[in-house]
């Protein structure tokens, strides 16, 4: 079917109290791996691009790539911008037909964040598209965006409810102490943030830094609200082992097709295991 606005996805996984997964590509294979497993579990899913991503293949090579995909797919797949910042680039990805964006203005004072978002929001609403944004601060590397620890903003619910509420954004990511890239300490999670926001909130709720939770940490996590969980360094990792871990194993192997597939095979076994976590498993129906 067609890319979808990803908004009646969340709103049906925030209702039905499961989670739908949002994973970042990096390249068609990718692509192909996340909707195989979206169809193997029958799940709607939500394909992201990283800043990284667009700078390499430019929004229009992306949106085609993801048709191509979603087009042929019986299960619903949307096309989201993570973390943008540079409202050229996502009035491009608007333009081109992204199903949603990011808008990441979280760096500024909360004011500032207020005013750029809902600019976005107002571009965005005119075209049909979606709108994620980010109050407080995430921690870790995610591309060009880097956070230390130390400049960690945890959202209060009181801001988050505010913020959408002045801003108009779809869904709201809310820094509860998830980090991008791999956990170097345990994180200190702030779930009953989570559940505060979930409590008087309407719109769903996004959780980024999905990599290295473990799985009841996940659960407890789409339990007190979570409905959009964000995964990208695990793709990364997966891909790049199954492609290591093949040539190890058959140094002279020259079928690169055959090498490409085992890594496609490795990443849709994992993309599914993170669907039934979330509780994503037959919600495509
Ligand atoms: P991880 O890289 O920790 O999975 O985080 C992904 C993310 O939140 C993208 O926005």
């Given at each position: 079917m067609p890319l979808v606005n990803p908004q009646k996805m969340l709103e049906a996984a925030r209702d039905g109290g499961y989670c739908v997964g949002a994973f970042n590509i990096v390249d068609f294979l990718s692509i192909e791996a996340v909707v195989a497993a979206a169809e193997a579990t029958r799940a709607p899913v939500m394909l992201q691009t990283s800043s990284g991503v667009i700078k390499k293949f430019g929004v229009r090579k992306l949106v085609a790539m993801a048709r191509l995909a979603a087009d042929h797919s019986p299960v619903p797949v949307a096309l989201h911008l993570d973390h943008g910042t540079d409202v050229k680039v996502l009035s491009e990805a608007i333009k081109a037909g992204y199903s949603s964006v990011m808008i990441d203005a979280?760096?500024?004072?909360f004011e500032k964040n207020v005013a750029i978002t809902k600019s976005v929001v107002e571009e965005a609403h005119a075209a049909g598209v979606s709108v994620e944004g980010e109050v407080g601060r995430v921690v870790g590397v995610e591309d060009d965006i880097v956070v230390h620890q130390d400049d960690a903003i945890y959202t209060t619910p009181e801001e988050a409810l505010e913020f959408q509420r002045r801003t108009g954004v779809d869904f709201l990511a809310a820094a509860i102490g998830t980090a991008h890239g791999f956990y170097k300490v345990e994180p200190k999670l702030n779930i009953d943030t989570l559940r505060k926001i979930r409590a008087q909130a309407t719109f769903p709720l996004v959780v980024h830094g999905?990599?290295?939770?473990p799985f009841e940490v996940i659960q407890e996590l789409v339990r007190a609200g979570a409905t959009k969980m964000n995964l990208s360094t695990q793709i990364k990792k997966t891909y790049i082992d199954g492609l290591y871990d093949y040539i190890a194993a058959?140094?002279?192997?020259?079928?690169i097709i055959k090498v490409l597939a085992h890594a496609k095979s490795e990443l849709v076994t994992m993309i599914s295991g993170y669907i039934e976590v979330l509780g994503g498993a037959g919600k495509a129906e």
């Amino acid at each position: 079917m067609p890319l979808v606005n990803p908004q009646k996805m969340l709103e049906a996984a925030r209702d039905g109290g499961y989670c739908v997964g949002a994973f970042n590509i990096v390249d068609f294979l990718s692509i192909e791996a996340v909707v195989a497993a979206a169809e193997a579990t029958r799940a709607p899913v939500m394909l992201q691009t990283s800043s990284g991503v667009i700078k390499k293949f430019g929004v229009r090579k992306l949106v085609a790539m993801a048709r191509l995909a979603a087009d042929h797919s019986p299960v619903p797949v949307a096309l989201h911008l993570d973390h943008g910042t540079d409202v050229k680039v996502l009035s491009e990805a608007i333009k081109a037909g992204y199903s949603s964006v990011m808008i990441d203005a979280s760096e500024h004072p909360f004011e500032k964040n207020v005013a750029i978002t809902k600019s976005v929001v107002e571009e965005a609403h005119a075209a049909g598209v979606s709108v994620e944004g980010e109050v407080g601060r995430v921690v870790g590397v995610e591309d060009d965006i880097v956070v230390h620890q130390d400049d960690a903003i945890y959202t209060t619910p009181e801001e988050a409810l505010e913020f959408q509420r002045r801003t108009g954004v779809d869904f709201l990511a809310a820094a509860i102490g998830t980090a991008h890239g791999f956990y170097k300490v345990e994180p200190k999670l702030n779930i009953d943030t989570l559940r505060k926001i979930r409590a008087q909130a309407t719109f769903p709720l996004v959780v980024h830094g999905g990599t290295g939770l473990p799985f009841e940490v996940i659960q407890e996590l789409v339990r007190a609200g979570a409905t959009k969980m964000n995964l990208s360094t695990q793709i990364k990792k997966t891909y790049i082992d199954g492609l290591y871990d093949y040539i190890a194993a058959k140094r002279t192997e020259y079928d690169i097709i055959k090498v490409l597939a085992h890594a496609k095979s490795e990443l849709v076994t994992m993309i599914s295991g993170y669907i039934e976590v979330l509780g994503g498993a037959g919600k495509a129906e």
